[in-house]
Every structure is written in C-alpha cells, then in structure tokens.
C-alpha cells in the first residue's frame, strides 16, 4: 500500500476539504476530522488576533513522525496535518487533522493523538494579542 501521508504548513488560509478528499479511502470504515480555530477569548480575556511561528524544516520532520506513528499504531489509510503559520482572525482555521481508519475508534484515537503530541513536540509557537498587550502561548519544544 502507498503512503499516505500529506504535511503541509503554509501562511495561506487552510481549506478542509482538501484534507477530507486526501485521506479518502475505499477501506475506511471511519474518518476523524479535527478543525482547530481562533477563538475569541482564552482565560477570560478578549483575544485580538493570534500569530504563529515554526521552524518549518524541524515542524514537518516532527509532524511526518506524529503521522508515521499513527499509521503504524492506529492502521491509518491516510493522515493529513495542515498547519498555518502569519497572523490569523477570530473564527480563522490554525489546523486541520484528517485521519482515515478501518474502524472508527482507531480514526478518533488517531486524530486525538495527533493534536495532542503536535501540541508537545512540533516547533510551532503561538502568540495571543489582546487589548492590553500580547504574550507567548505553549512554546514547545
């Protein structure tokens, strides 16, 4: 079976069904979409706007680990991980997770995993603006 595994991190608006249409596949018995977006407000506080940061050769080598490791673990058809970078609006996509599996728990298990190890591992930094200023958000690694 060939890979299928699609990494993108781009400064151009995200689009869903781009992620959806790359891990459609005839043995999926399930598919877990996961939209992150910008919201409004974090800790009570009225956000601006957010900006995002990678060191974009490291984010891809760490995101094509976290889709290797689904695809082993989970039997993934397919996995896509859209990430953007630039500053973003309100209600503006940050990141999209599709992921094709034979069975749906291992689809939802899979996109789960994804966001949270993403979260952890890949050197993308988040800043929140807001009225009175703006700081830093989970910077890691």
């Not at 919201?39 to 957010?50: M, N």
């Not at 990141?95 to 050197?123: G, M, N, W």
């Amino acid at each position: 079976m060939q890979e299928k595994i699609d990494i993108q991190i781009s400064d151009q608006e995200l689009i869903i069904d781009s992620c959806y249409s790359f891990v459609q596949h005839e043995g999926a018995g399930g598919n877990a979409l996961f939209v992150g977006s910008v919201r409004s407000q974090t800790s009570g506080k009225k956000v601006i706007k957010l900006e995002f940061e990678a060191f974009e050769s490291m984010a891809r080598k760490e995101l094509r680990k976290i889709a290797e490791a689904i695809m082993d673990k989970w039997q993934a058809l397919g996995i896509s991980i859209h990430h953007r970078t630039g500053t973003l609006a309100i209600g503006e996509i940050a990141v999209i997770i599709a992921v094709s599996a034979p069975h749906r728990d291992a689809a939802f298990e899979a996109c789960q995993y994804a966001i949270d190890t993403l979260k952890v591992t890949v050197p993308i930094w988040k800043r929140e603006y807001f009225d009175d200023g703006a700081i830093w958000v989970a910077a890691h690694p």
